[in-house]
């Protein structure tokens, strides 16, 4: 499969199921249009008609560049053909392995923002908080379900994580005391709004989370609209110094400056540029999750804007890495050459089955967006996953599973999309959030134009 | 004169072969936890390069 677009002066010819990418001129670019459908002497005689003004572009010239893609076609890196969706059924079937989980460990919040797609903290329940028992059970499920997998994540999440920052503290402890032994290695990942942070907060993090989340919508304007404190007062203020200081002292290891925007602010590259002039330069931004009626929801006439936003922002990273002032932001991250296998690619996010949330009372939910609904509660961390069913329909999750997705050219990127948006956009879990697809595609479009630009660079 | 310049990339169809460790992290858990994608990830499976 392949698809072909033109964007900031390059034309990119993407082979997707081979992961080749092609920088190419126009003649070219019309050729790799034409090659499947036309004889070599129909493409010769289009080409030469349409191009009759460019002295170049001779017959010869026409054959050789229908020869190298003939070239390209037999090595495996134009026309691939997909031949991977039985490796999908087949690989999830087989793999009845943990090697995730966000920890839920407190469903209570000391921010109150209206957006919160948990409900301030609580998942539409009872605030709680989660007791080291219950943690250190859900790390013993995890070991004893992780079979003979080495590498572990835990994300400390809420809610707001800091709010139970002993048992965080001590968990991890815990997990350090055992890793050896089991042979694991666990990755710790915190998210957290950051009013708590502490010089405490800041050691223990940076020694022991392998990436630190950190939650920051932009511009102060932007940030205070949603992300307030009980009182109804901005969190900017308070938070940015402590961001500064925890970034400062993290020598180098993973963080993200996280933020969200929503209807409000459209032109969310502002915000992602204003985080970069703060100094942040590990920056993600992402789409509310909310549902279509509420007054912040991305609407269908935002949609070309957003589209336009990731091109600024794909131009403006390749302008400020020129000049020694880059920054990445995390949609943009493809690694072309050492990026996921092809298993990886096809078998969906692996909510449900390798990924699962836990609640502070040790509730399995097949990840955090579907916590607090009943209908999607797995089991818990003493008796594991009861529910096989629920389990199961996440199983089928994959890159095939959606009918619409067998001749999209994307999905070898999205792995077939974020159940919790398909439910959430359709009643179903295997439904397709077509907006959040939009937004998925012209982001894989500008992150591999970044590439691109690079590559000509050298 | 060529008109097409391939950049480098890793052949994903021949990891077809070889991959599938798992060892790799969970997609949605790095940063997003909104999408799943491709974004950030890279392949831990030594025999996979």
């Given at each position: ?10 034309n ?5 199921c ?6 190419v ?9 034409m ?9 010769l ?11 170049e ?5 026409v ?5 190298d ?17 039985n490796?999908a059924?087949d690989y999830?079937n ?5 090697k995730?989980l ?12 209206s957006?919160?797609?948990a ?11 989660m007791?080291f028992?219950?943690?250190k ?19 400390f ?15 991890v402890?815990y ?5 050896k032994?089991h042979n694991?290695?666990?990755r ?6 950051g ?5 405490d907060?800041?050691?223990?993090a940076?020694?022991?989370m392998?990436?630190v ?8 304007e ?24 925890l970034?400062?002292?993290?020598g180098?290891k993973?963080?993200?400056m996280?933020?969200?925007f929503?209807?409000?602010n ?10 970069a ?11 509310v999750v ?8 991305l ?21 400020r ?5 880059g ?5 943009y ?7 996921p296998c ?21 509730e ?9 609904d009943?209908?999607?509660?797995l089991g ?5 996953v009861t ?9 089928s999750?994959n890159?095939y599973?959606?009918k619409e997705?067998?001749d999209c050219w994307a999905?070898?990127?999205?792995s ?8 959430h956009a ?8 077509e907006?959040?697809c ?12 970044i ?8 | ?13 021949n ?8 060892e790799?992290?969970?997609?949605c858990q ?12 890279k ?7």
């Open positions: 499969m392949v698809h072909q677009y033109k964007l900031n002066g390059y990119i010819v993407l082979d997707t081979s992961g080749s990418v092609h920088a001129d126009e003649v070219a670019y019309d050729i790799i249009e090659y499947k459908g036309h004889s070599e002497e129909e493409i005689s289009k080409i030469l008609q349409k191009y009759a003004s460019w002295p572009v001779t017959a010869d010239d054959k050789e560049c229908i020869e893609i003939r070239s390209l076609e037999e090595s495996g890196k134009l026309f691939t053909e997909d031949e991977f969706e490796l059924i999830k087989n793999s009845n392995v943990v995730a966000c920890l839920h460990v407190a469903h209570t919040c000391n921010l109150s923002c957006y919160c797609f409900s301030q903290g609580k998942y539409h329940g009872d605030r709680a908080l007791s028992e219950t943690g059970q859900a790390f013993d499920f995890l070991i004893a379900n992780s079979g003979t997998r080495k590498n572990l994540e835990v994300d999440f809420g809610g707001e994580p800091l709010m139970n920052w002993d048992v965080v503290k001590k968990l402890e997990a350090r005391s055992v890793e032994q694991k290695n666990f710790f990942t915190l998210t957290t709004n009013v708590l942070i502490d010089d907060v800041i050691d223990f940076n020694k022991e392998s990436n989340v950190l939650s920051l919508d932009g511009r102060k932007v940030n205070d609209h949603f992300r307030t404190d009980h009182a109804g007062r901005g969190s900017y203020d308070l938070i940015v110094p402590k961001f500064k200081r970034v400062e002292k993290r180098g993973d963080y993200y996280r933020g969200t929503t209807h409000n459209v032109d969310f590259t502002n915000d992602i540029f204003h985080m002039d703060l100094g942040f330069k590990e920056l993600s931004m992402e789409p909310c549902p279509p009626g509420d007054p912040y929801a609407t269908e006439e935002d949609l070309p804007k957003l589209k336009e936003q990731y091109e600024i922002l794909a131009k403006e990273m390749i302008k890495k020129k000049t020694g002032d920054f990445t932001f995390y949609h991250m493809i690694d072309l050459t050492n990026g092809i298993y990886k690619r096809i078998t969906g996010c692996g909510s449900g089955t390798e990924y699962m949330a836990v609640t502070p009372w040790g399995l939910y097949p990840c955090h967006q579907f916590v607090g009943s209908k999607y509660s818990n961390v003493w008796t594991g529910r096989k069913e629920v389990q199961d329909e996440f199983r999750c890159a599973a959606r997705c067998r999905k070898l990127y999205c077939g999309g974020c159940a919790a948006n398909s439910y359709t009643g179903s879990i295997n439904g397709v959030y907006y959040g939009e937004l998925f595609k012209k982001r894989i479009e500008c992150a591999v134009m590439k691109v630009a690079e590559a000509e660079e050298e | 004169m060529s008109r097409i310049k391939t950049i480098e990339t890793k052949n994903v169809a990891t077809a072969k070889k991959g599938g460790c798992g790799c992290q969970t997609s790095s940063a997003c936890k909104t999408s799943c994608g491709v974004a950030n990830q392949c831990e499976n030594k025999n996979n390069k």
